[in-house]
């Protein structure tokens, strides 16, 4: 069964620390994971995703098959990354996107 | 002008009412979804399309209906709604391809009472 699992509901650091939102994924196959933000009263937008091992916005992810993980993270939190993340999983038969349960980051001052 | 719009953007209701969230895009995309998202669940797929003729129940479907009325358009009906159908719907759009991503509308609150 397809299962992705972002076990930290809110994650809290100060401006300019590293930051490192987890999520796994259970997949018997070769998945595509995708990150989305939300930022506050904003639509989902998607951050990046792994096929294209780009930075976004100061952020990475690396998919770990062997952990089967794809943790997102970012050197120096910046406050206007405050949002809620979601780690997601498109299956290669379904074509469907299924989503974790979501991160907020929370970035003080 | 947005890609996905969803109307009505809030809305209350009373238990027991029918009521019908509408979704278009102008991204010429074949799928459509909709999801809810709720505190601490994440979203979950209610149902899905693939085209105008294709439509499929997701993880969450009862008490849920849809109707693909055109390319650019998939409803969403809560035939009877009931409190816990509180939520926050989305819809969103996607291509066909394995590495693309989707497209989310701005999403509809509803609250049923």
């Known amino acids: 069964a397809q299962r992705v699992t972002q076990p930290e509901k809110l994650l809290s650091v100060f401006k300019g620390a590293p930051v490192e939102l987890k999520c796994n994924y259970s997949y018997s196959g070769s998945p595509e994971l995708f990150w989305y933000v939300q930022y506050s009263r904003q639509r989902l937008q998607l951050l990046l995703r792994?096929?294209s091992r780009e930075s976004i916005k100061g952020f990475t992810a690396d998919l770990n098959k062997g952990e089967t993980s794809f943790h997102l993270k970012k050197p120096f939190a910046q406050e206007e990354d405050s949002a809620m993340y979601y780690c997601?999983?498109?299956?290669?038969?379904?074509?469907?996107?299924?989503f974790g349960q979501g991160t907020t980051l929370q970035v003080k001052p | 002008d947005a890609d996905v719009t969803q109307t009505p953007r809030n809305r209350i209701t009373k238990t027991g009412k029918r009521i019908m969230l509408e979704c278009s895009q102008t991204?010429?995309?074949?799928?459509m979804y909709w999801y809810r998202q709720d505190p601490g669940l994440g979203l979950r797929l209610i149902y899905y399309s693939f085209d105008v003729k294709d439509i499929n129940k997701g993880e969450i479907s009862d008490g849920y209906s849809v109707s693909r009325q055109a390319q650019a358009k998939f409803s969403l009906s809560l035939e009877s709604a009931i409190p816990n159908q509180t939520a926050l719907y989305f819809c969103a759009t996607s291509d066909p391809g394995f590495n693309n991503g989707y497209t989310f509308g701005s999403g509809t609150r509803l609250t049923v009472v």
């Open positions: 991204k010429g995309h074949d799928r």
């Open positions: 792994h096929i």
């Open positions: 997601a999983l498109k299956g290669r038969n379904t074509g469907k996107l299924i």
